[in-house]
């Protein structure tokens, strides 16, 4: 966990001097493709309290040789009649950086439906214990939930820690997320936020100060027939970096909102191929302070999909096009620069049901650039 | 859950770690190291023998979870976090997650592996294994042979062997390079009849030796790892018995310590070596009221002799302990230990954790 730790740390370093993805014309439109298709995200999401294990993995191949990565896990295991454990296990990445976070919470349960918890970050330092507690309403089927949790984290950090570094206070770490579903309609959300971590390290010679924050919030509302899939989804990130290295301070403050609709419609006549259609609009702001040099980054991209996916047996087959402008102006360092190049991909996937294991399989073509546009692959298990 | 009966020999901590720095890094000698302590401690925290044999059965035929925190100093802990699946996809394509954060034996170890199993004929199976990083640059990539008992596949035999980093020098953003590749040879296996078992684990690696090129000077300039580490289980368990050596459910467990390490290291351009050699004993009362709880108390007395540079120091530790565990469930364990240095009259720090394996 020490080398997660120092990568965490050399992306949020990174970050700090950079608008990473939200500079990057094509990353966008990469994780759009990339990522679950509706259908499974929504598996994805049912499956969070219901399963036993709930494990989604999924590698993208980006600018410069990196991933858009999401590794996360979850465990639902009764441990006795009225005591439960539920665990969470993240490990994302991203040119912003990598979120590494395992939490674990004991749950009892005191009433039908409701269980109260204890919540821990298990680590194998105990400088980055966390302890909190936690509640879940949760139906019978636990198909529909509400699971909410507050840990301090690193609350031993000041006392315990082998960086030298000294927190001026505790870092909570709030955390929700629920499901609701009915008939043909579910709606799912989440909400991840921490509140600022300041940590100076007056003995260090290099880094001498760190501060960040994350806040994420996620919505899907979907319809899903069986002649037709509609699907709404938000995505709301705002990050906080800040840094003093050599005595020169940085900060860097982000924000990407993502809207995405997309419909998968009936099979067109005659032949076994549903048309999905996909509309994106996503807007960032990136608001930068190099030694006291203010800059600014904002984002618009509106962005879309058309494509056909045909049901073959155990696999689905799709193929599609998928476009975005994204418009990006700066400000600050520099002449202000304002460009807005066209982007798509050309893109075919394979996505195979074998048993408690989904996999996918997707290779993409950029037809402007007249390049490999990057492979993905996805797995997701439910057992 | 019936009496247990045991004799165990555990063979467990043969460990090689060797690390060396370049002229201007600094691998000074941890304090862990020269703990009197830290082999009580390493014994009384692992899971019991018990324990471990659930999970060693369960290696490649269910589904498991543990973990077990507990104080080694006053900031460093004795971890063990892993979790294991083993899914059916096919009849002949199956999936074996591993995913582990230990801290122990003076190094971290957090890795996420994956095997998908291809079965060419019953009990036999390939594999292509890896570590599907989220940094491309560490990711793994190799393949397996697996040989399982057909019915149960609670005795297996796995060879594994990886690129570990394979595409290190390829796609490496920081410029980082390293000089030759690094070979992982991973085998476990697991042979069990009657009351008798035996396990064994190794993880063998070849040296790592990265140059960063474009550091600056006052940066990291090269460095230089490799770890390999064997363990190994052997077990005689005779179950149901009604009566134990001593009272119908009290038994007596006695362990036997032995532990030898040696460590060199260059620390600001001055050689030293190290090494420890503790020898101990512990002597505890098991007592099982019911099916679900068991109770332990006993005390455990080592003496250890070390060597630093040709500087010799005898040092004996001692901790009384007592644990309880409760198993709430067939194969759902929990434990919770607490300890206290009996020579010194200090708090001796305490462990938790938990196994389940479903």
């Not at chain 1, 298709?37 to 040789?65: C, F, K, Y």
């Not at chain 1, 950086?97 to 970050?121: E, K």
């Not at chain 2, 460095?223 to 018995?241: I, K, L, N, P």
């Amino acid at each position: 966990m020490r080398a997660v730790l120092l990568c965490a740390v050399a992306g949020c370093a990174a970050g700090a001097a950079s608008a990473g993805a939200l500079d990057d014309p094509m990353f966008y439109l990469h994780e759009d493709t990339y990522q679950l298709t509706p259908g499974r995200l929504a598996q994805w999401e049912a499956g969070q309290l219901a399963q036993r294990g709930n494990v989604w993995i999924d590698l993208g191949s980006i600018e410069g040789g990196e991933y858009d990565a999401v590794e996360r896990g979850v465990l639902n295991l009764d441990l006795a009649s009225r005591l439960s454990l539920h665990a969470e296990l993240r490990n994302d990445r991203d040119p912003d950086g990598r979120v590494t976070r395992a939490v674990a919470d004991l749950l009892v349960n005191v009433a039908p439906g409701l269980w109260l918890g204890a919540s821990g970050v298990p680590a194998a330092r105990k400088q980055d214990y966390g302890v909190g507690g936690s509640v879940l309403v949760a139906s019978a089927s636990r198909r529909r939930y509400l699971l909410a949790r507050v840990v301090a984290d690193q609350f031993l950090y000041n006392r315990t820690n082998l960086d030298g570094g000294t927190r001026a206070s505790p870092v909570l770490h709030a955390q929700a997320q629920g499901r609701w579903e009915e008939g043909a309609w579910s709606v799912a959300g989440s909400v991840d936020a921490t509140t600022e971590s300041e940590t100076s390290f007056p003995g260090a010679s290099l880094v001498t100060f760190e501060a960040g924050s994350r806040r994420e919030l996620s919505l899907h509302g979907r319809y899903a027939a069986p002649a037709l899939e509609l699907d709404a989804r938000l995505d709301v990130l705002r990050t906080h970096q800040a840094r003093t290295q050599l005595g020169a301070s940085s900060a860097l403050r982000q924000t990407v909102t993502t809207l995405r609709l997309d419909g998968l419609l009936p099979p067109l006549a005659g032949t076994r191929w549903r048309p999905r259609l996909g509309l994106r609009a996503l807007t960032g702001e990136a608001l930068g302070d190099e030694q006291g040099v203010r800059s600014s980054l904002t984002r618009r991209e509106p962005g879309a999909r058309i494509a056909a996916q045909r049901e073959d047996g155990k696999a689905l087959w799709e193929l599609g096009y998928a476009l975005a402008v994204p418009v990006l102006r700066r400000t600050g360092i520099g002449p202000a620069a304002d460009s807005a190049p066209y982007q798509d991909k050309l893109y075919g996937s394979c996505d195979l049901s074998l048993g408690p294991v989904s996999l996918r399989a997707l290779l993409s073509w950029e037809v402007r650039n007249a390049r490999f546009g990057g492979a993905n692959a996805n797995v997701l298990m439910q057992f | 859950m019936g009496f247990c009966e045991e004799r165990l020999v555990r063979a467990a901590a043969a460990v090689l770690l060797a690390t060396a720095l370049a002229r201007a890094a600094r691998a000074a000698p941890s304090g862990e190291l020269f703990d009197p302590l830290k082999a009580i401690e390493y014994d009384l925290y692992d899971f019991a023998p018990e324990e471990q044999a659930l999970w060693e059965e369960s290696r490649w035929s269910g589904n498991a979870v543990r973990l077990d925190l507990g104080s080694v100093t006053l900031k460093e802990l004795f971890a063990v976090q892993e979790a294991q699946a083993n899914l059916r996809a096919l009849p002949w394509l199956g999936f074996h997650l591993d995913v582990q954060d230990d801290r122990t034996r003076e190094a971290e170890v957090a890795r996420f592996s994956a095997d998908v199993l291809l079965r060419i004929a019953p009990g036999v199976e390939l594999a292509v294994s890896g570590t599907p990083d989220v940094v491309k640059q560490d990711s793994a990539v190799g393949g397996a042979l697996l040989i399982t008992s057909a019915a149960d596949r609670t005795r297996y035999a796995v060879l594994r062997l990886l690129d570990d980093a394979a595409f290190f020098n390829l796609q490496n953003p920081s410029g980082a390079h390293r000089d030759s590749p690094v070979w992982r040879a991973q085998a476990e296996g697991r042979w069990a009849s009657g009351p008798f078992s035996a396990w064994a684990r190794a993880d063998l690696g070849t040296s790592s030796q990265v140059r960063y090129a474009a550091a600056p000077p006052q940066g990291l300039q090269a460095s230089s790892d490799q770890r390999s580490e064997a363990e190994a289980h052997f077990r005689w368990a005779e179950r149901g018995s009604a009566a134990g050596p001593v009272l119908p459910r009290l038994a007596l467990r006695a362990v036997a310590l032995g532990w030898k390490e040696r460590a060199r290291g260059l620390d600001a351009g001055a050689r030293y070596g190290f090494s420890r050699w503790d020898l101990g004993g512990r002597l505890g009362a098991v007592w099982t009221p019911g099916e679900e709880w068991t109770f332990e108390a006993g005390y455990v007395r080592i003496h250890s002799a070390q060597d630093l540079s040709g500087a010799s120091l005898g040092r004996w530790g001692d901790k009384a302990y007592g644990t309880a565990r409760w198993a709430p469930r067939e194969r759902v364990r929990l434990h919770f230990l607490l300890s206290h240095q009996v020579t010194t009259g200090g708090f001796g720090g305490f462990s938790g954790g938990l196994e389940v394996i479903f």
